[in-house]
Nanobody, 120 residues
Framework: VQLQASGGGLVQPGGSLRLSCAASGSIFNIYSLGWYRQTPGKQRELVAD???????NYADSVKGRFSISRDNAKNTAYLQMNSLKPEDTAVYYC???????????????WGQGTLVTVSS
């Protein structure tokens, strides 16, 4: 199983970016897809996640600015980030809780990080 993240980059304050996370491999079911972020010296924190049925969860700091969506047919999640602030600068990591074919339990998988820099 692989998670491929894309979409990071440099953006000015107030700007927008969209991150994508595509899961591939021997996947039976993806229970949730989400994004976490981390800055130097701090713990990784949840930004947003979405279940297969579409239920979402957001960090208070991004509510009203970020929106997570999911395409189950493509095993892909998207994080639309609007009104970006310098404090959103971080490495963003894609996460999936999924069950592989032949397995009876679900596991956490992580994609490579993608850097988001919000600066003028």
């Amino acid at each position: 199983v692989q998670l491929q993240a894309s979409g990071g980059g440099l953006v000015q304050p107030g700007g927008s970016l969209r991150l994508s996370c595509a899961a591939s491999g021997s996947i039976f079911n993806i229970y949730s897809l989400g994004w976490y972020r981390q800055t130097p010296g701090k713990q990784r924190e949840l930004v947003a996640d979405i279940t297969r049925s579409g239920s979402t969860n957001y960090a208070d700091s991004v509510k009203g600015r970020f929106s997570i969506s999911r395409d189950n047919a493509k095993n892909t999640a998207y994080l639309q980030m609007n009104s970006l602030k310098p404090e959103d600068t971080a490495v963003y990591y894609c996460n999936a809780v999924l069950r592989r074919w032949g397995s009876s339990t679900s596991q956490d998988y992580w994609g490579q990080g993608t850097l988001v820099t919000v600066s003028s």
